[in-house]
């Protein structure tokens, strides 16, 4: 569709006499609306509106920095951004680990945002269930998609959805009080846990249930967690990979704080190190780090005069090159018993290291799985085209196949990897996409926005929760964790979080 073409009445305003004026032209004009951007006045016919809303499906990075880059290079427009819970900031707030508070300092700028006038927080709507994309797209000059992942990769094997076997995506949910995890109950009666996947999520998970309790009690861990890790028997962790030490996912700062953890010692077999240290000096700078700190860590294992990990009472290993096969569950008590795994050689190709089996097994005993395999996002509309292998809305740049005014941002369009950082990019590459198809017209203006998705909202009987609203919710956690020498207790039942969130002044 062509774009709706603007015929202007210009008026220069001199003084207050013009001005009147305007506004009296302005009352008198049917539908009109008036702007003043540079000592003029514009009219504008309302389908002639020059104003773009946007909306933005998400509240996580991605959905915040979209809504920013938006904001900062277009004055005429205005975003609403949309949260399936009555909470905002995705998984910074329900993903990123309660001992990583430096890293959700980010939602102090989200926060500036929500309140920087031209951006609405609208939370507790589930889109594709209260709303569906059609009709926002009806609504809005443009939506953005960045609802995340809110599914897991499979291993597609036996057992895998055995009682005792949890996806980390729902054990991380579970520690940071995400209400649809907060009743998880992960079987902690045991010494030994195996974490499948050697990323960053698996080492958080590994860290969580190794870490003292004196250390965790004092972050925002849901009060849940902490008192079943309290009673803990999981002793061993042991993170499991495909394939070898130089391919592992996860990040220096994370393996570090591993081998700092109090009360624990590495448990490396030097075995899988041999010849690494030659490999070291060719490596890019970054993994070169990495690996070093690995090798070293490896050689001080197993050779330990050191005393911390002489007298540790909790280990944590790392055992590469074994591919599940089974999950071995008690016929009787259906608890889980053990892993079966096919024992994997290193295979090179154009570059590519792939793990072959050597027909070789392995079982190992533990009485808790942790499958850390990644996330995967979901089709949240039938309407939207949709890459089910790799997890992905289809889209260029950003811009979603075949439907115009949709578009896609973070790990909905680019699939679950990567930091923070690296939605802010993706976002403003989004957010570059969209702005051009302002500049060419390829996007319809739009005027009802907010008010047509209030309407919609009203009449089904949704209750939307508002940024100042979420600030009561804040509040409240903040206090309920001053009680207890922590930063905030989070509530992870959506009726109270509701209740909270509209308490009237008078019982604050
Ligand atoms: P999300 O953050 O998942 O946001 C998506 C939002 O969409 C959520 O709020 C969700 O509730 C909402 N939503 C979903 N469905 C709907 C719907 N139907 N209607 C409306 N809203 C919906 N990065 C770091 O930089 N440092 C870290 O320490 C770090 N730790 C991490 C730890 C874990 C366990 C994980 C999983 C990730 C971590 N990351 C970390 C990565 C970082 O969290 C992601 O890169 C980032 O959150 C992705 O942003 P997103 O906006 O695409 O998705």
Known sequence: MSPKKTRVLTITVHNNVSTKFASVMHKSLHKCQWRKPTGHVRFLSSQQDSSFRVCVVGSGPAGFYTAQSLLK???NVTVDILEKLPVPFGLVRYGVAPDHPEVKNVVNQFTNLAQSGRCNFLGNINIG???TVKELLNGYSAVVLAYGAASDRRLDIPGEDSEGVISARNFVGWYNGLPQDSELKPNLNTDTAVVIGQGNVALDVARILLTPIEILQKTDISENAISALRRSKVKQVYLVGRRGPLEVSFTIKELREMVKL??????????DFEGIDKLIPGLPRGRKRLIELLYKTALQSSNSQDERLETSQAAWGLKFLRSPLEIIQDQVDQQVKG???????????DGQTTAVPTGEEEFMECGLVLKSVGYKSIRLDPIVPFDHMKGIIRNTKGKVDGIQGLYCSGWVKRGAVGVILSS???????????SEDFTTGHIQHNNEGKDYLMK???NRGVKTVTFTDWLNIDEEERQRGQLQSKPREKISDITEMLKIAFRPQHEK
């Open 129 to 131: 269930t209260d709303v």
């Open 456 to 458: 919609l909202l009203n």
């Open 424 to 434: 802010l990019n993706d976002s403003i590459e989004t957010a570059k996409t969209i």
């Open 73 to 75: 290079n277009n004055p």
């Open 262 to 271: 109090p009360g624990t010692k590495p448990i490396l077999d030097r075995s």
């Open 339 to 349: 892993v079966r795994f096919a024992v994997n050689t290193l295979q090179s190709q």
